[in-house]
């Protein structure tokens, strides 16, 4: 191998100009030219990535976008050319907050900030813990990482309908517990409807998203040198102290990224309110993405349904965008 | 080098293959054709126990036709939950099977995209004739004064299914007949951790078909002459308020019960739970869950007291599922073949026999199987006194506004809110607003 890589180029060189490939084709393949070969050849690998990349996201992506300018009712998807083209009114529906559908969906935006905002919260604050917890070496570390895990390694679909079944409000475990043999309430709650369906969303959301929070941080803490935290303690600094000085700060990078992705999953995520709550979901439990499934693939109206997806897509564009601003910034000036 | 190369070709050939998959297909044409004469596509609704009961039984049938015919039938049978989902992926990329089943409800709405072959005079006559189908099915098929989308299949219709044993021992005779009775009934019944009556709070379709024929019962239509939605009329508040009530007014409905969706209120009348169901050909799923024929019992649903009386009032909607053939079928002449032979006279005995359905072929239903009691009441209940759910295109948007709201309604209920009828037609009143004509 490494032969016939060093001398190539020079064969290269001679036979260009040449008829190419003319004396030695029956003994060799066709070459790749060498500027193909040396500058290219990084492009023709990424070739298949990014054809995927454009079938898989960016075209439904695009046809998404068309689709919002579009009137896409059923009575024109079966010949989607036909649809007549409304100019920007699907996004006027949808942003019409005196109007049911924008008021609905300002609801909707709302439900899932609040959501959002404790899901990941608590999500990172239980892997953080978890994470630093079992840092020390003791007897059962290793199992009880691999028990910390299980949830993510569950089918999502699988574990979700299980915490539904256990929030039933007759028959559930949660009720059993907190009312049968606790007798914390006075009455079996609801869970799956009504005002308290909000927090079945976030118990279930943080219990399916923290192992991923505790798997990253547990790996970015393994690159905090040992040292730092012997000097800190001879140094006489106590426990919260090392936590809050070394800790944290060296996983900052990790955070960084860790709290973005944890936002843009949660923010978007269907499966979830799907499985617990079906095609309807509480008002108090409205989430954007089942909110616009329900506004274009159960009543049929795909146009609206697309203006709101593009509208979430910008909204997570911008929230991306700012954070990234702000907190690259942040790592800038504390290297300065 | 050569691994290099190897490895650029290799990539090359991938993206050259993607490529191609990902702008291959997509031949959709209107007509339809007999391109393909000797095979047929075939999505079959999920109507016996499970997905693989149903192979079992339309199997045989399949080889049937194939043995008259020498038309070879690709079966899939798909879930409810996701079947219309794959009507809906298979209108929009023009690739879907050849001949569908469809619940009866959605006929008009996928009537409106114009993907189905439409059932004028000349598609019937290939199949025998209009004539041999009940009327009130085939006007469960599409728009009124369009040709039907669609053949019936199977029918099916609501009835009052009651635990014999809770009945006498509350000393109840006879199952009411109506509203009024009923809760009177109720009342005895509901004590002692058990209750008279089961519902599907969060069951968007089952609230829609029991408010529906609610709503006929007060005059209310959901919708007006011209198909625009009409959810806050009088009648239409009534209708949900009355159904609601059973939980939040009359207390004769287990609060449990607003969170049902997955047919729990079955579970709990086999156990001996709830006295009464509303329910759709319920024998089977009896059956399954270790009850015996002879501890439950059948009526037709109550009516209010008054004209027009039992027999004559609505008391159901028309239920069941119809036959749809996709136009750009490369096999319209095997389709609508296929099509004969399912509503033929004995294959409609042999399949609602074992479905436990009633068959909308006239003949088929003069079988004697179909005079066992159970089936007696749901066949009288189709013949006389069942009406269709609205035939608009946007019935699909109805089923999901107002279910919610009635949805809505019974966590109100359950968590011990008021339901009044402001609050009832408030509820609607959004619901109304969220359908785009």
């Known amino acids: ?36 070969r040396r500058g290219g050849l990084p492009y023709l690998l990424l070739l298949p990535a990014v054809l995927l990349e454009l079938l898989i996201h960016l075209i439904p992506m695009i046809v998404g976008i068309v689709m919002s300018f579009r009137q896409l009712t059923q009575f024109f998807i079966s010949n989607w050319g036909a649809a007549p083209w409304t100019g920007l009114e699907n996004y006027s529906i949808a942003v019409d907050f005196d109007a049911p559908i924008g ?75 907190l009312h049968d043999q606790l007798g914390l309430t006075d009455q079996p709650s609801f869970w799956l409807i009504g005002d308290n369906s909000i927090y079945a969303l976030i118990i279930v959301s943080v219990w399916k998203g923290w192992p991923f929070a505790f798997l990253m941080l547990m790996a970015a803490l393994q690159n905090i040198p040992r040292e730092l935290y012997e000097a800190a303690s001879i140094d006489g600094a106590g426990i919260w102290q090392q936590i809050r000085r070394i800790t944290l700060p060296s996983l900052r990078p990790v955070n960084q990224v860790l709290v973005l992705v944890l936002f843009l999953w949660t923010f978007n995520d269907f499966n979830t309110p799907y499985v617990l709550f079906g095609k309807s979901a509480p008002a108090n439990a409205d989430l954007i993405s089942i909110h616009i499934y329900q506004s274009s693939f159960v009543t049929w109206n795909f146009g609206t349904g697309s203006a709101m997806s593009v509208l979430l897509l910008l909204f997570l564009l911008v929230v991306t965008a700012v954070y990234l601003f702000f907190t690259s910034r942040g790592r800038k000036g504390s290297r300065a | 080098m050569r691994h290099l190369r190897a490895a650029a070709a290799i990539t090359l050939a991938i993206s050259v293959a993607a490529g191609v998959t990902g702008c291959g297909g997509g031949t959709s044409s209107d007509g339809g054709s007999n391109e393909s004469p000797k095979t047929l596509t075939y999505w079959a609704s999920n109507q016996g126990p499970s997905i693989e009961a149903d192979k079992k039984i339309l199997t045989p049938e399949l080889k049937k036709f194939e043995k008259e015919t020498g038309i070879k039938v690709k079966l899939e049978v798909v879930p409810w939950a996701d079947l219309l989902n794959r009507i809906l992926a298979a209108t929009t990329s023009g690739q879907g099977p050849d001949v569908l089943n469809i619940g009866n409800t959605w006929s008009a709405s996928l009537q409106a995209t114009g993907a189905l072959l439409p059932w004028d005079d000349k598609n019937f006559e290939a199949i025998g004739g209009r004539d041999r189908f009940i009327d009130s099915a085939v006007a469960s098929a599409g728009k009124e004064g369009e040709p039907p989308a669609a053949v019936p299949l199977y029918s099916l219709s609501y009835a009052l299914y009651y635990n014999k044993k809770m009945f006498a021992d509350a000393g109840i005779t006879t199952p009411p007949a109506t509203w009024e009775q009923l809760v009177k009934d109720g009342k005895k019944l509901s004590k002692d951790g058990k209750w008279a009556l089961g519902a599907e709070g969060s069951n968007l379709s089952n609230n829609i078909h029991q408010t529906f024929v609610l709503g006929q019962q007060h005059e ?102 119809n036959m749809a053939v996709f ?76 279910g919610t709201a009635v949805k809505e309604l019974f966590a109100d209920a359950a968590a011990g809110k008021p339901v009044t009828t402001e609050s009832v037609k408030a509820r609607l009143e959004k619901a109304q607003q969220t359908m785009q004509q």
């Open chain 1, 1 to 36: 191998m490494t032969a016939t890589v060093t001398t190539d180029p020079r064969v290269d060189k001679s036979a260009r100009g040449t008829s190419r490939g003319s004396g030695g084709a029956r003994r060799r393949l066709p070459r790749i030219p060498d500027r193909i």
């Open chain 2, 220 to 321: 209310a239509d959901f919708f007006d002459a011209e198909g625009k939605a009409d959810f806050t009329s009088d009648g239409a508040v009534a209708a949900v308020k009355q159904y609601v009530d059973f939980m939040a007014k009359d207390k004769i409905v287990a609060p449990g019960n607003a969170e049902y969706a997955q047919n729990q209120s079955l579970t709990d009348f086999a156990k001996g739970k709830t006295a009464m169901v509303l329910w759709q050909a319920a024998a089977t799923t009896f059956a399954a869950q270790g009850m015996k024929p002879e501890d439950w019992g059948v009526a037709p649903v109550p009516v209010p007291a008054g004209a027009p009386g039992a027999g004559k009032q609505t008391n159901s909607m028309v239920a069941g599922i």
């Open chain 1, 103 to 177: 008021e609905a969906l300002l609801h909707s935006f709302f439900v899932t900030c609040v959501f959002t905002f404790f899901a990941v919260g608590l999500a990172w604050l239980f892997g953080v813990t978890a994470a630093i917890l079992l840092q020390e070496n003791f007897r059962g570390r290793g199992f009880l990482r691999a028990v910390f895990l299980v949830p993510y390694a569950l089918p999502v679909y699988a574990a979700v309908i299980t915490w539904a079944f256990m929030f039933q409000r007759d028959n559930g475990l949660v009720n059993h517990v």
């Open chain 2, 327 to 402: 136009k750009n079928t490369k096999n319209i002449d095997g389709a609508k073949e296929f099509v004969k032979f399912m509503t033929s006279d004995e294959e409609q005995k042999i399949l609602c026999k074992t479905y436990g359905s009633i068959p909308p072929v006239k003949a088929a239903q003069e079988d004697p199987a179909f005079a066992a009691p159970e089936l007696k009441v749901l066949r009288d209940t189709l013949a006389t006194s069942a009406a269709p759910l609205p035939q608009v295109p946007n019935e699909s948007q109805f089923e999901t506004a107002v």
